[in-house]
C-alpha cells in the first residue's frame, strides 16, 4: 500500500518461460487446427459474399439461381465457421487450462516450505484459480491471431487483383491497425496487471480476515476491517472502470475502422467509375471488402490485447512453477530401529539476516520423552520444522544415528515423523476421513474403532447422529477445541509414527478438555520418541531429558534435575517463578 492506495508493478514473461509453463501439459493440437480452418473457411466465405454482391449489382437483378445458391451457403458456411472458431477456442482453452491448473497445484504441493511463507496460501490460489484461466488462453489466441495474419493476406491479395489504386488506399488501414494495436495491446497489459495483483490481493485479504472472524469481532476491529475491505474493492471498481473504458476503446476503433472501409472505396470508386476504369459492382466488393478488413484489424488489435493480458497472468504463473521443489530425490527408508537424533553446529534463518538457530549443539535421545525449553523467540518451533524436515539447516547437519537426515526419502522420513500443534488443523470432510487422512491403506471400522477410543474421540463421536461420518465444518468449527485435538491425536495414531513433536498441544484447553487430550496423548507416546516444547512444570519434569533454548543457542541439556542445578539456567528461573506463583496463589 502507498498511503491508502494499492502499489502494482508489471511483469512480463518469455516465450521460453512459456513453453517450459506447458512442458508436460497436453496440446489440444486437434481444436488449435479447427480454429485455424474454421478461420480460412470464415475468410473464404466472406469472399464469396463480398464478390456476390458486386455481381449482383453489375447483373442488375439478373442473378443465377447457381450464385444465389453459393452466396446462401457461404453465409452458413461464416455463420458455422464463427461458431467453430468460438466452441473451438473455448475447448481448447478448457483442455489447456484444466494441464496447467493440474500441473501448478502438483507445484505448489511440493515447493518448499520457504516459499508458503514468502508468498502466502492465499496468494497462490488465486494462481490456481484466476490466472491459469489467462493463461491458457494465450495459445489459442496466438492460433487466432495467426489465422486473422492469413485471412488478411488473402483479402490484400483480391483486392490487388481487383484494382491497384483502391487497394493501395485500402492498405492504410494495416499500418493504422498495427500502430493502434500496440497502443491498445499497451494499456490492456497494464491495466490486465494491475486487476490480476488487486484481485490476487484482494483474495488473500478476504480468506485471512474471514478465517480470523472470531478474532475481529472479539477486539471490536469491524469497522477497521469494514474500511480496509472498502478500499480493496474501491481498487477493483477503479479497475473495472478501467476495463469498461477500454472495450468503449476498442467500440470506437471498430467504429473508426468502419467509416474509413465506406470512405476510402466510394471516393476513389466514384472518380474511377466516372471514368470507365471499374464497374459499380467492384466498388462495392470493395466496400464489402473494407468491411471485412477492417473487422479483421480491430480482431488484430483485440487479440493483441489478449496476449498482453494472459502474458501478465502467466508470468505469475511461471514464476510458482520455477520455485525450486522440496528435495524429492529418492534416498534411504527408514526401515532401521529408532535412533538418537542429533544437531551437529545448526544455524539457521528464514531471511538471510536475522538468525534463529546458532550453532546448536543437543541430542534426542531415542525411547526417551525430551522436552524443550526457552522463551518466546528462542527457536523452539524452528527445532521442530527441521526436525520434521520444512526446512533444511543453512549451516550444520542433522544426524539419524550416524546418517545425516537428508540422505533419507522425504516421504519415509515424515512418515515416521508425526506433529501435533496447538489447535492442529482439521480438513472439510467427515470424521473418518480426518482420521485417516494421510494413512495410505484402507482402514477397516475395528481399526477405527479402537483408535478412536484410545485417543478419547470414540464417546463423543459416537454420540453424534452420523457417527464418524458427521461432516466437519471448516477449521472444525462444530467441535471443540478439545474434541478437535483429540481427533488430531486419533489421526497420529493411525498413521503410526516412531517419533512424536508435540507443539503445545494442551495449550488453551479448559480443564476437561485438557485432561482428556492428556490422556489421549498418553496412548500416543507409549512406544514412541517423543519431543515436546514445554511450557508446564508438569510436563518437564515428566520428561526424561530437557533441552533449554536461549536466544537461538542451547543454553544447557540433560536429566532436568542435571539442568536445574546450572545456577544461571533459564529452566530454573522458569520453576522457581511458578513456584512462587503458586504459593502466592494458596496464600490468596
Excluded at 441 to 465: C, D, I, M, W
Amino acid at each position: 500500500m502507498k498511503g491508502n492506495r494499492i502499489t502494482y508493478h508489471s511483469e512480463k514473461s518469455t516465450l521460453r518461460g512459456y513453453l517450459g509453463a506447458l512442458k508436460g501439459v497436453q496440446m489440444p493440437w486437434i481444436f488449435l487446427l479447427l480454429i485455424f480452418a474454421a478461420s480460412l473457411a470464415s475468410t473464404y466465405a466472406g469472399l464469396n459474399i463480398s464478390f456476390f454482391t458486386g455481381d449482383m449489382v453489375d447483373a442488375l437483378g439478373n442473378v443465377p439461381i447457381a450464385r444465389l445458391l453459393k452466396y446462401a451457403l457461404s453465409y452458413g458456411a461464416m455463420g458455422l465457421s464463427a461458431a467453430g472458431i468460438v466452441v473451438f477456442s473455448s475447448l481448447a482453452s478448457e483442455r489447456i487450462n484444466l494441464g496447467l491448473r493440474t500441473k501448478l497445484w502438483r507445484k505448489i504441493m511440493h515447493t518448499r516450505q520457504s516459499c508458503y511463507d514468502r508468498d502466502g496460501g492465499e496468494s497462490l490460489v488465486s494462481r490456481v484459480t484466476a490466472d491459469c484461466d489467462f493463461a491458457s488462453k494465450l495459445l489459442t489466441t496466438i492460433a487466432t491471431t495467426l489465422s486473422l495474419c492469413v485471412s488478411l493476406g488473402i483479402y490484400v491479395k483480391r483486392m490487388y487483383k481487383l484494382n491497384v489504386t483502391i487497394a493501395n488506399a485500402m492498405m492504410i488501414l494495416i499500418p493504422i491497425s498495427v500502430l493502434v494495436g500496440w497502443g491498445y495491446a499497451r494499456l490492456r497489459f497494464l491495466i490486465a496487471q494491475k486487476s490480476q495483483t488487486m484481485l490476487a490481493r484482494t483474495t488473500t485479504y478476504l480468506v485471512e480476515r474471514t478465517r480470523s472472524i472470531t478474532l475481529i469481532k472479539t477486539s471490536n476491529a469491524q469497522a477497521e476491517e469494514i474500511r480496509n475491505g472498502q478500499e480493496h474493492f474501491r481498487e477493483q471498481y477503479y479497475m473495472q472502470i478501467k476495463t469498461g473504458l477500454m472495450d468503449v476503446l476498442y467500440s470506437c476503433m471498430q467504429t473508426a475502422f468502419r467509416i474509413l472501409g465506406i470512405f476510402v472505396p466510394f471516393a476513389l470508386g466514384a472518380s474511377l467509375v466516372s471514368q470507365g476504369v471499374i464497374s459499380v459492382g467492384i466498388v462495392i466488393v470493395f466496400y464489402t471488402l473494407a468491411g471485412t478488413v477492417g473487422t479483421t484489424a480491430t480482431n488484430f488489435i483485440n487479440n493483441a490485447g489478449t496476449i498482453r493480458q494472459a502474458n501478465g497472468a502467466l508470468t505469475r504463473v511461471i514464476s510458482t512453477l520455477e520455485q525450486p521443489d522440496e528435495d524429492q530425490v529418492e534416498g534411504r527408508m527408514m526401515d532401521e530401529p529408532d535412533q538418537d537424533i542429533t544437531f551437529r553446529e545448526v544455524s539457521f534463518s528464514y531471511d538471510e539476516k536475522k538468525p534463529v538457530l546458532t550453532g546448536v549443539n543437543c541430542v534426542i535421545p531415542k525411547n526417551k520423552v525430551t522436552a524443550i525449553v526457552g522463551a518466546n523467540g528462542s527457536g523452539k518451533s524452528t527445532i521442530f520444522k527441521l526436525l520434521d524436515r520444512l526446512y533444511e539447516p543453512r549451516e550444520g547437519v542433522l544426524m539419524f544415528g550416524d546418517t545425516d537426515a537428508s540422505q533419507y526419502d522425504l516421504h519415509a522420513w515424515r512418515k515416521t515423523f508425526c506433529l501435533v500443534a496447538q489447535g492442529s488443523p482439521l480438513m472439510e470432510g467427515t470424521v473418518r476421513e480426518n482420521i485417516c487422512y494421510g494413512c495410505q491403506r484402507t482402514v477397516s471400522q475395528e481399526e477405527l474403532v479402537k483408535v478412536a477410543k484410545q485417543a478419547r474421540v470414540y464417546n463423543f463421536v459416537s454420540a453424534l447422529p452420523e457417527g464418524f461420518d458427521t461432516r466437519v465444518a471448516p477449521g472444525g468449527t462444530n467441535f471443540s477445541g478439545g474434541q478437535r485435538q483429540c481427533i488430531a491425536i486419533a489421526r497420529a495414531i493411525m498413521n503410526n509414527p516412531d517419533y512424536l513433536l508435540l507443539d503445545e498441544a494442551t495449550s488453551n484447553l479448559d480443564a476437561h478438555s485438557e485432561r482428556m487430550v492428556m490422556e489421549a496423548l498418553e496412548e500416543l507416546m507409549r512406544g514412541r520418541t517423543t519431543v515436546i516444547i514445554a511450557h508446564s512444570l508438569t510436563a518437564i519434569r515428566s520428561a526424561d531429558h530437557v533441552i533449554v533454548l536461549r536466544d537461538g543457542k542451547v543454553e544447557n541439556s540433560g536429566a532436568p534435575a542435571e539442568v536445574l542445578q546450572a545456577a544461571d539456567s533459564y529452566l530454573k528461573k522458569v520453576m522457581n517463578r511458578r513456584t512462587a506463583d503458586i504459593q502466592s496463589e494458596v496464600q490468596a
